[in-house]
Antibody, heavy 121, light 110 residues
Framework: QVLLVESGGGLVKPGGSLRLSCTASGFTFGDYYMSWIRQAPGKGLEWVSYTSSSATYYADSVKGRFTVSRDSAQNSVYLQMNTLRAEDTATYYC????????????????WGQGTLVTVSS | NLVLTQPHSVSESPGKTVTISCTGSSGTVASNYVQWYQQRPGSGPTTVIYHDDHRPSGVPDRFSGSIDRSSNSASLTISGLRTEDEANYYCQSYDAGKWVFGGGTKLTVL
């Protein structure tokens, strides 16, 4: 079955950096696009990034600070987070994206369990 | 920018039917597909409706989705409510290079 496992979360000081990993199994990783979505404690879901074979999109709140990469050999996608702020504190979910060819047709069909990032001094 | 508005909470009794709305602030909700995700406490979200009204394999047919173009809104309807349906539900769509979520609706089954 599809399994997405996030790791790399933890406590980091404001201005610091952290790299999250998401390792996928149960499907052909190279056939799918991947996304990151976050959820601040007690709050709703906020889309962070979407990466396809040709482009990566970022939410305005993280653009210029976060970078996504993927390693098909490791079946993994990564989220490099720099210049972290208190408002970046959240559980970060990795999600597989699937759809029917145009961006508006893509959605998040499988999600991981998330990894908690806490930005605090 | 698209904003999706959901009621903060709804409650209903077991066996009854509940509908959760998701209203778009601008443009039209019908311009792009709407998805619905269920999130139980302590767990990652799961998809219950995709592309407006499609159910993933394994989601019971008690869950259904619809679009009302006249009111620029989408709806998730759950019939025959069960206690295990108690969760937060989020609608989601797309707008100009961004994927947008509604604020979420807490469903209480009591």
């Amino acid at each position: 079955q599809v399994l997405l496992v996030e790791s790399g979360g933890g406590l980091v000081k404001p201005g610091g950096s952290l790299r999250l990993s998401c390792t996928a199994s149960g499907f052909t990783f190279g056939d799918y696009y991947m996304s990151w979505i976050r959820q601040a404690p007690g709050k709703g879901l906020e889309w962070v990034s979407y990466t396809s074979s040709s482009a990566t999109y970022y939410a305005d709140s993280v653009k210029g600070r976060f970078t996504v990469s993927r390693d098909s050999a490791q079946n993994s996608v990564y989220l490099q987070m720099n210049t972290l702020r208190a408002e970046d504190t959240a559980t970060y979910y990795c999600a597989r994206s699937t759809g029917n060819g145009y961006l508006g047709g893509f959605y998040f069909d499988f999600w991981g369990q998330g990894t908690l990032v806490t930005v605090s001094s | 920018n698209l904003v999706l508005t959901q009621p903060h909470s709804v409650s209903e009794s077991p066996g009854k039917t509940v509908t959760i709305s998701c209203t778009g602030s601008s443009g039209t909700v019908a311009s792009n597909y709407v998805q619905w995700y269920q999130q139980r406490p302590g767990s990652g979200p799961t998809t219950v409706i995709y592309h407006d009204d499609h159910r993933p394999s394994g989601v019971p047919d008690r869950f259904s989705g619809s679009i009302d173009r006249s009111s620029n809104s989408a709806s998730l309807t759950i019939s025959g409510l069960r206690t295990e349906d108690e969760a937060n539900y989020y609608c989601q769509s797309y707008d100009a290079g961004k994927w947008v979520f509604g604020g979420g609706t807490k469903l209480t089954v009591l």
